[in-house]
């Protein structure tokens, strides 16, 4: 009985922080893993539609992106509320993408310019008539390769 | 003597370098969509007067039309985009040989031999109203018809879905290229038009 010690001051013992840099580092390299490093400042919104039948980009060195869709809440007042067509970090009109394509294009190899692709990231509710215009100046500047963005949607026929 | 504790490196500021990585990778990246529907643009006629070469008989164009409120036409008719697939297919198929469907005529194919191959070409056409999303759903729509032809293909001949083969083995690639060959994506899509209606 006299043997046992009590412990001096009655204090609760604080929690033992030691895995705390482990959870940390644990959500930092999903973050790493997961997400890519922002080029372009969206000014516009974009949501993409889903479908079932997509493919994943490959190379995405050799992928040019063109965002089409309504500016962002607070640029409507300058930037009026229609859709617009975003290239790199300016808007642009249907005119501009051609300078916009040989431009993309002389930052690849000569090899690599038959690859190249185009992604369209287009919100679901803008209008065809400004995308067949885009894809219209995509035809006249060769570049034949479009991919419509969206994600990947379940595809309900499977599931009955 | 007893030896004394090894003096243990304090990672205490460990977990505030952490944190510091953390938000900087949480402020600087987006969680970026790189999937999608490919397509493959027809190139600028040069002509511009003589854009189609071949008459293609009416009963071979499967024409899909969708109008400004979104509705979908299929030959002229108001279809439901869940039957879209469908008729797709028996568009191409035509099992019985009816004479409002496609029409079909014999081919050499690898690994297939003689093949009865439809002439059939969809035709799509939106209006300037029409909405993306829209136009979307039903281009996956045509897509998904034309993959699960393959797919049935490929399966009743060699037991592989079409979709498993990989481009990257030879004798795969040249199955991908004569499966395509039996039944190709036609899909033509035509200048916008502004409907009446």
Known sequence: MSRFKKSSGKQVKAINTASLPDIVFMLLFFFMVTTVMRETEL???????????????????????????????????????EPRIQLNDQFATPEDIR????????????NDQKQMTVSLKIDKDTKMGIVTDVKQELRKSSALKINYSSTKKVDESLLR | ??????????????????????????VATTMDIDTGISRLLPPMPEDQEKEDDQEIRERNVFVVLINKDDQLFVEREVVDI????????????????????????????????????SKGVISLRNDIGTSY???????????????ELRNDLCMERFGKKYDDLDPLDE?????????????????SEAEPRITTK
């Open chain 2, 82 to 117: 869940s039957q879209l697939r469908d008729m797709t297919k028996e568009f191409f198929v035509n099992p019985n040989d009816d004479p409002s469907l496609s029409e079909k005529r014999p081919l050499e194919v690898e690994f297939f031999g003689e093949m009865m191959v």
């Open chain 1, 43 to 81: 000014k516009i919104q974009v949501r993409v539609p889903e479908a079932t039948e997509i493919k994943k980009l490959e190379k995405k060195s050799l992928v040019s992106y063109i965002y089409i869709g309504k500016p962002h809440r607070a640029l409507q007042k300058t930037f009026g509320s």
């Open chain 2, 171 to 187: 004798t795969e690639n040249e199955l991908i290229d004569a499966v395509k060959k039996v039944i190709p994506m036609a899909i």
């Open chain 2, 1 to 26: 003597m007893a030896r004394r504790d090894i003096q243990e490196i304090n990672a205490g500021s460990m977990a505030d370098i952490a944190f510091l990585l953390l938000i900087f990778f949480l």
């Open chain 1, 99 to 110: 300078d916009f394509i040989t431009s993309e294009r002389e930052q690849m190899d000569e």
């Open chain 2, 133 to 147: 999303g829209k136009y979307i759903a039903v281009q996956n729509e045509l897509a998904a018809a034309v993959n």
